[in-house]
């Protein structure tokens, strides 16, 4: 059985249509929801990696600063003032744990409405 952990605040793995999970057979997942960062890596603290990971970017309502569709210089200079961590920041910290035990990156795919 595959494991997928799915980060987002918002939408909803069971319930939400629009969300496609990584899998080629129904039946054949166990799905994760984690809304946070924070629940983010205390589910890989407490349940080790899982076969694929579902990244959201924005995490939290601050996320959503109306200079998102404005670029990427543009929105990336209000990442010094979120006070909430973002799906990056999950992605980033994934990295420095499989580097420091010694373990391949899980599949993952990003499914962010932000450009």
Known sequence: MKVILFL???RDPF???????????????????????????????QNGLPDHI????????EHYHKDMYKGMVA????????????????AM?????CQANKKPIPKWTVHSSNP
């Open 93 to 97: 910290w994934l990295i420095q744990y």
């Open 75 to 90: 929105y990336n200079k209000h990442y010094q003032n979120f006070k909430h961590k973002t799906g990056r920041d999950a």
């Open 15 to 45: 319930a939400d249509g629009r969300v496609h999970l990584p899998v080629k057979e129904e039946g054949d997942e166990s799905v994760a929801w984690v809304k946070t960062f924070q629940q983010f890596k205390s589910w890989i603290e």
């Open 54 to 61: 579902c990244f959201d970017h924005d995490l939290h309502k």
């Open 8 to 10: 987002d605040d918002y």
